[in-house]
């Protein structure tokens, strides 16, 4: 397991104490970061059907493909499961292995909180859970687990310091690969090669353009070669026991001109003085609009339409990020002691971010990599 059973059990007692206060009397968990989060249980295997049942008292219970429990021994202090092999149509038997668990529980009936914003709950699954409980009333549970993940432990903080570290080795390696004639492809292997090598643990993927491509906002490397003059941009992470720390660094293959440099020092100043701004108790607004206002009057930008951070931590593909809290304007929310944020700032083919944990002392940034312009001569 990538944690102790006490912490694991500590996270469900926290996650049980919500349960009472808003009269739940069990959840059906489907986001996968959720169910690790609870049960250390990890798998790549989540195209298929899983859940987690929790009750409000006592111990969970997992719900899984048959091949998936080795995984789940190997992986987490959860013992009880309910599994179901791969059958055909019109038989929905991964969805009757929720319902067993529920019995099993004896609480197929009666109130069920069910995670309506997990990607992993489709419209068809909700249907069919209703029609294979007929005896429940589904409800939308207010995001117990998430919230719960937003404040990171100490050792939680340990793998995301590990993860920071990571990222930066790749980062550089990244960087050192750039030459006029390099092919785009070639630099991201240096990249992931220097990820593996430092630890970091699945997906290898990042963002890595150059030239005219750096516009695209989520583009992926190509058989592009890099030219004398190019900005390259890169959005990098390293991963340890699921846990992503993410950078963003910009370079320029050659010297940059006075007008690159003058681009990506108003990026760095400007992101600087928000970032100097993410105490406890501190409204999120006013952190938003200490990204978006200066960086709109600079003029690098017409329009800021994007997050200029979100939460970050335990984390699965699809997503790049927690996103439980976002830095967008009109936000209310208030940072607290032990969140940690991807912030983010880009203009004009140029991109820089920081990995940043909100302290009583302050903001501390868990990327410490050089905040420049690089230049590759």
Not at 22 to 35: A, G, M, R, S, T
Not at 41 to 47: D, E, L
Not at 141 to 165: G, N, W, Y
């Amino acid at each position: 397991m990538d944690f102790p059973a006490d912490e694991y059990r500590a996270r469900l007692h926290r996650t049980q104490e919500q349960m009472a206060k808003h009269d739940l009397p069990v959840l059906l968990l489907h986001q996968p970061e959720n169910i690790l989060f609870l049960t250390g249980f990890y798998t790549t295997g989540y195209f298929s059907y899983h859940a987690l049942a929790v009750p409000r008292r006592g111990d969970p219970v997992l719900i899984l493909r048959d091949m998936e429990v080795p995984a789940a021994h190997s992986t987490s202090w959860v013992k009880h499961h309910t599994v179901y092999a791969d059958a055909a149509e019109p038989l929905p038997v991964w969805l009757d292995a929720a319902r067993r668990a529920l019995d099993g529980l004896g609480l197929a009936g009666g109130r069920v909180g069910v995670d309506e914003h997990s990607w992993f709950l489709t419209v068809e699954r909700w249907k069919m859970l209703q029609a294979l409980l007929p005896n429940a009333t589904l409800v939308g549970e207010p995001r117990i687990v998430d919230h719960l993940r937003l404040i990171k432990s100490p050792r939680e903080l340990e793998c995301l310091r590990a993860a920071a570290r990571q990222v930066e080795v790749g980062m550089r390696a990244g960087i050192e690969a750039i030459a006029p004639g390099v092919m785009e492809r070639e630099v991201a292997g240096a990249v992931f090669s220097a990820l593996v090598k430092a630890g970091s643990g699945m997906p290898l993927s990042g963002i890595i353009t150059s030239g005219n491509r750096t516009d695209l906002i989520h583009g992926d490397y190509s058989d592009r070669r890099l030219e004398r003059g190019d900005t390259v941009y890169f959005e990098l992470q390293g991963i340890h026991q699921k846990y992503w720390a993410r950078l963003m660094r910009a370079a320029v293959v050659g010297s940059p001109t006075a007008e690159q440099q003058r681009i990506a020092e108003t990026i760095l100043r400007i992101q600087d003085e928000a970032i100097a701004l993410m105490r406890p108790g501190t409204p999120a607004g006013v952190i938003d609009r200490a990204c978006r206002e200066p960086l709109l009057a600079s003029g690098l930008r017409e329009t800021y339409t994007n997050r200029a951070g979100y939460s970050l931590g335990l984390n699965y593909r699809p997503s790049a990020g927690e996103f439980i809290r976002e830095f967008v304007p009109g936000v209310e929310w208030v940072l607290e002691h032990g969140m940690v944020f991807h912030m983010l700032m880009m203009a004009a083919g140029m991109g820089f971010s920081e990995t940043v944990l909100v302290t009583e002392r302050g903001p501390e940034r868990l990327t410490r990599m050089e905040r420049k312009l690089f230049s590759v001569l």
